[in-house]
């Protein structure tokens, strides 16, 4: 028995290497999507290492990178503004790469998703994007979170989206990634807004119909409570501005769960809010699509 | 506990250490726990269903055993109570229930009773059969009495075969269960081959071809019948690969530790009739079935219209063991129809096929039966797959609509790709499937390598022992192909896509 379990673990080794060089390779040989939009997120986290304090980071999903125009912002207020905002599939990973760069002074300013309430994957990330947003930086696999249980499919997925990426960038005829139109990770600006949507003629295109419903994800205001704490540690403030809604929006959802999130907010968070309820619902006609 | 699962690539390899560390009389504990923690991973509650199960059998079995004439019956009925009305209770009540509420209502009755808000525990139509299956053979002194209670509980609880088969007998596995097992070499290598491929074929064909399957059966109506059509099959072929690939995974995980469970799947697409199709299909169901109702109900010793009846009944409960749903009924009857249908033509294709000048036609005509095997089965999947029996007879009536219009699309899209060279006939094809579904080329590209892989071992193994042919070839050459496998396994799955991945059959 023993020379057979030798003989097997022999064998068993050889396979593992050599399954190792071949996953190794694809690891290693594919890089990061030049243009995809998360490629931005590396210039947030140069402007959230190098932007000197105090200074405002706003964090949150599109409706943050899309939403906000950070050099008004900058020139009203008189210190630095950084749009922090990407996507919201993301969840509150960013906000746990927030943490390593506070400094005293600064002021983080949360606005994330309604979507992100809906269930935990939407509020702690989702791995298929949580795989492209750690390849563009393989330290950020430790702002996911659980990263012990998280990072064997992390790491699955991001092969799998590598071996899809490279060859559909052959089967596409090198030109794979055209039909992502301006979604790209080179139309942000120097603050972190993106500003590939300007000047494009947005307002024929009707916004989606998306009313996600608020649920009560009990670690959700755990994490934001925390995260608040943290920062009042290192000197920051937090704040919270709910992100605002289409009027049609808000009759869907109804005043009732809105009523219900923002009381969530103010019982189990001491997490100042920057919004009330009757500022957040605004008319259909503030609200554009981009193609 | 899913196979496909990070959970369990650390879960096996401990377990099987312990096993092969440990001496023989405490292996049944470590697999009976292991077992326990397996099926925990999923609602863990539930445990206490299996463990009232297994206690009633194993009573029932003692008794049984020891009893004579009525009270030997009558054992055996309430064991069959008990199984069934577990079964009853947590997979038929809400359809029993709501079909009558549906009727009440129909007929003005103020129908009190309402849905019981209840889970359906992972894989009980498996262990409920398997447990069954061990009191009707002790009933039937085909097997004797399991007087120890661990081994029985491992019996039905078995972790390879916990949650989706295959529904063994108790004479196949009870006796190598108490047997010990030393460590093969060839053995173990050979499990974990099974479970390779089983892993392939669930990860990368199964999971590739639900990213086609589902968008068009979750909204049927928005497809015409190119689209249905192809997704059919594609499910045909879905629920081939996962359903086979869970069975090869029991297996081969089973044959490490030295225990040989039966072989559920013996190629059934390449069968040339239903009959011949449900003795290649879900082997353990199919003998199972066979053996506890349709042999019961008189089989075929009472003539032709019986048999019939027989059949017909038989598949009902086959549809409805399936799940509780009408589709899963008509899946059923529509299996059952084929096969009396099959049953009372045999003679005649038999005699035709004997006629002198029809031997020059062998070819074409079993040609002509695999196809007709493969069309009437995947017209059943509809059925099987859809999420209602209104989507369901969309899709069968829509099946050849809108064909011309594909058609003539596809080949203007490869004329004008034929101009433009090899990437413009590439991007016809691309653009062609393109029209049924929205798979970017990389899926589309990786379906159909899977695919021809998937075909090439199956016609091997079809002809003869794939797995013996393969050992004998040179050492690089293998070790090259299992690690290809491997990181195919490993970089060639879905979870990209964030659909959800549980095997077909768990639902059951």
């Known amino acids: ?17 050599l399954v190792a060089l071949m996953v190794g390779w694809i690891f290693f040989a594919t890089r990061p999507d030049d243009k995809h939009l998360y490629q931005a997120s590396l210039l947030k986290s140069r402007l959230l290492k190098e932007t000197p304090s105090p200074r405002i980071i706003v964090v949150g999903g599109s409706n943050v990178a899309f939403g906000i125009d950070s050099e008004l912002m900058e020139l009203e207020l008189g210190i630095p503004v950084i749009n922090d905002g990407l996507h919201v599939a993301l969840g509150i990973a960013p906000l746990n790469e927030i943490k390593s760069f506070l400094q005293p002074g600064d002021i983080v300013i949360i606005s994330l998703e309604y979507y992100n309430f809906t269930d935990d994957p939407s509020f702690y990330g989702q791995p298929q994007y949580l795989a492209d947003w750690v390849e563009f930086s393989p330290e950020r696999i430790w702002y996911i979170h659980e990263p012990y249980r998280q990072m064997p499919s992390i790491y699955t997925i991001m092969l799998q989206r590598k071996i899809n990426r490279q060859l559909n960038y052959y089967l596409y005829g090198f030109s794979y990634g055209a039909g992502r139109n301006f979604y790209s990770g080179d139309q942000f600006n120097e603050h972190g807004d993106f500003i590939g949507h300007l000047g494009q003629n947005n307002q024929q295109f009707a916004i989606a119909d998306s009313v996600y419903p608020i649920n009560n994800i009990e670690g959700a205001y755990i994490f934001l ?27 869907r959802t109804g005043k009732k769960d809105l009523d219900r999130f923002f009381n969530r907010l103010k019982t189990r968070t001491t997490i100042p809010l920057l919004t009330n309820l009757d500022q957040l619902c605004l008319p259909d006609e503030y609200f554009y699509d981009t193609p | 506990m899913l196979f496909n699962s990070f959970h369990f690539l650390i879960f096996f390899p401990i377990v099987t250490t312990l096993y092969f560390m440990l001496p023989h009389r405490f292996r049944w504990g470590l697999l009976l726990a292991a077992s326990c923690y397996f099926y925990m991973a999923f609602i863990p509650q539930y445990i206490l269903i299996l463990f009232i199960t297994i206690t009633v059998d194993y009573f029932a079995g003692i008794g049984i055993e020891s009893a004579q004439g ?10 069959i109570v008990a199984n069934v009305g577990m079964l009853a209770f947590f997979k038929y009540f809400n359809f029993a229930n709501e079909n009558i509420s549906a009727l009440a209502g129909f ?13 359906l525990p992972i894989g009980l139509s498996f262990h ?25 509980a491992l019996y039905v609880m078995f972790y390879p075969q916990l949650v989706a088969g295959p529904i063994e007998r108790p004479q196949n596995v ?23 491929w089983g892993m392939f074929k669930k990860v990368v064909i ?15 109506t928005g497809h015409e019948g190119p689209a249905l059509a192809f997704a059919t099959i594609a499910f045909a072929i879905q629920i081939y690969c996962d359903f086979s690939g869970y069975s090869d995974i029991a297996f081969g995980s089973a044959q490490v530790m030295g225990i040989r469970l039966m072989k559920n799947f013996n190629h059934p697409y390449f069968a040339k009739s239903i009959s011949e199709f449900w003795r290649r299909w879900h082997i353990s169901l199919s003998t199972w079935f066979r053996d506890y109702v349709y042999i019961p109900l008189g089989g075929n010793r009472a003539g032709m219209r019986r048999m019939a009846l027989n059949l017909l009944i038989t598949f009902l409960v086959s549809g409805l063991w399936h799940g509780a749903n009408w589709t899963f009924i008509i899946w059923g009857a529509l299996h059952g129809a084929y096969i009396v249908i099959n049953g009372l033509t045999e003679p005649l294709w038999t005699r035709l096929r004997n006629v002198g000048f029809a031997k ?30 209104t989507d369901a007879f969309y899709i069968s009536t829509h099946l050849f609509s809108g064909w011309s219009g594909f058609i003539s699309q596809s080949v203007k899209l490869i004329q004008e790709g034929i101009q433009t060279g090899f990437w413009g006939v590439v991007n016809g094809f691309f653009a062609s499937v393109n029209t049924l579904s929205d798979l970017t080329r990389s899926e589309i590209t990786l379906s159909v390598v899977a695919l021809f892989i998937l075909l090439y071992i199956e016609i091997r193994q079809y002809r003869g022992n794939f797995m013996e042919q393969f050992n004998l070839k040179r050492p690089v050459i293998r070790y090259v192909v299992y690690s290809l496998l491997i990181t195919a396994i490993l970089v060639l799955g879905t979870s990209y896509t964030g659909v959800a991945k549980a095997f077909i059959y768990f639902q059951f």
Not at chain 1, 225 to 251: P, W
């Open chain 1, 1 to 17: 028995m023993a020379n057979s379990l030798l003989k097997f673990l022999r064998k068993l080794l050889f396979v593992t290497l």
């Open chain 1, 225 to 251: 409570e925390e995260f608040n704490q943290f920062a009042l540690s290192k000197g920051a403030t937090v704040f919270y501005e709910a992100q605002a809604h289409r009027q049609t929006n808000c009759e």
């Open chain 2, 70 to 79: 009525n009270r030997k019956r009558w054992l055996l009925i309430a064991s």
């Open chain 2, 107 to 119: 007929i003005g009755w103020n129908y009190p009773i309402e849905n019981l808000e209840i889970i």
């Open chain 2, 128 to 152: 409920i059969f398997q447990s069954l299956s061990y009191t009707i053979e002790v009933y039937r002194g085909n097997q004797k009495a399991e007087r120890h209670f661990g081994y029985l």
């Open chain 2, 174 to 196: 009870l006796h190598q269960l108490h047997e010990e097992h030393r460590f093969e070499y060839q053995r173990v290598a050979d499990g974990l081959k099974w479970m390779a």
């Open chain 2, 206 to 220: 199964a999971d590739r071809m639900a990213l086609f399957v589902n968008p068009i059966y979750d909204s049927p």
């Open chain 2, 360 to 389: 020059r036609f062998y070819p074409a005509l079993d040609g002509i039966s695999h196809l007709t095997t493969f069309g009437l089965v995947c017209f059943a999947w509809i059925f099987f797959r859809a999420s209602s029996v």
